[in-house]
């Protein structure tokens, strides 16, 4: 059991420790629902009532690497195109999945900060989440943007797409034990929920073909339709509200 930290270096370490055990934990027990505050603390090697010297709750813990994963998509984006000149839609499109599917935690993390994680801690701390992650998706636009021939409405329409999608995907594409033995009995549902960066990647191509077609951005609604008729999504099933 580590002692207390009482420098500001040491506590930044903690507080490192306790990120990193998360992250480490959320992929070996199949997400981040899975975690609780008590087994991230034992496997940051604290004692249990340590975390609340760096985190309030499970939801702020979760929520800082969230907005962690926001600037390292941020920062992948820009590595990954930081050469790149005239992309069509499609590559940007590639791009956006790509960057997605390299960060797990940060795909499994979007289901949840819509549904509880921004709206269960204080508002300042939920002010500096949105104060950082919209710096994040700003300079994911302009590398986006600068990088190919979509204009920043349509950059932005398409990853509007890609965050619900990713969300959804993801929950999909790794099922609990039950699921998954389920999934063994009957390939055909297995076929359709685990390939989740093939998909992601077909969707936003769609997409984006749809969001230039005619030089105008479209709404979520309509690139649905476009992607329906064309065979890439299927009628059944859950629709975001867009």
């Known amino acids: 059991m580590q002692r207390r930290a009482r420098s500001?270096?040491?506590?930044?370490?903690?507080t490192e420790d306790l990120l990193d055990a998360a992250r480490t934990l959320a992929a070996s027990r199949g997400g981040v629902r899975h975690l609780t505050l008590a087994?991230?603390?034992?496997a940051a090697d604290l004692h249990p009532s340590a975390v609340r010297r760096y985190f309030d709750s499970k939801?702020?813990?979760?929520?800082e690497l969230a907005e962690r994963g926001w600037h390292e998509w941020s920062l992948l984006l820009t590595a990954r195109l930081a050469d790149a000149r005239d992309l069509t839609p499609e590559r940007t499109a590639d791009a956006v999945a790509?960057?997605?599917a390299a960060q797990p935690p940060f795909c499994d993390l979007l289901t949840h900060v819509p549904l509880s994680l921004?709206?269960?801690v204080d508002i300042e701390r939920a002010r500096r989440f949105k104060t950082s992650s919209f710096t994040s998706y700003d300079a994911i636009v302009d590398t986006l943007t600068g990088a190919g021939t979509m204009t920043g409405a349509q950059v932005q329409d398409l990853i509007t797409v890609a965050l619900g999608l990713t969300a959804n995907l993801w929950q999909i594409s790794h099922p609990t034990?039950?699921?998954?033995a389920l999934y063994a009995q009957n390939p055909r549902w297995e076929y359709v929920?685990?390939?989740?960066?093939?998909?992601?990647?077909?969707?936003l191509r769609a997409t984006a073909t749809g969001l230039t077609a005619g030089g105008q951005s479209l709404s979520f609604r309509s690139c649905r339709a476009r992607l329906r008729t064309s065979g890439v999504v299927r009628p059944a099933g859950p629709v975001p509200r867009g």
Do not use: C, I, S, Y
Request: aromatic content about 2%.
């Open 8 to 14: 500001p270096e040491a506590k930044l370490r903690r």
């Open 39 to 42: 087994a991230v603390t034992e």
């Open 59 to 63: 939801e702020e813990l979760l929520l």
């Open 98 to 100: 790509g960057t997605l």
């Open 118 to 120: 921004e709206g269960d």
């Open 177 to 180: 034990p039950t699921l998954a």
């Open 193 to 203: 929920a685990l390939d989740f960066e093939p998909r992601l990647t077909r969707l």
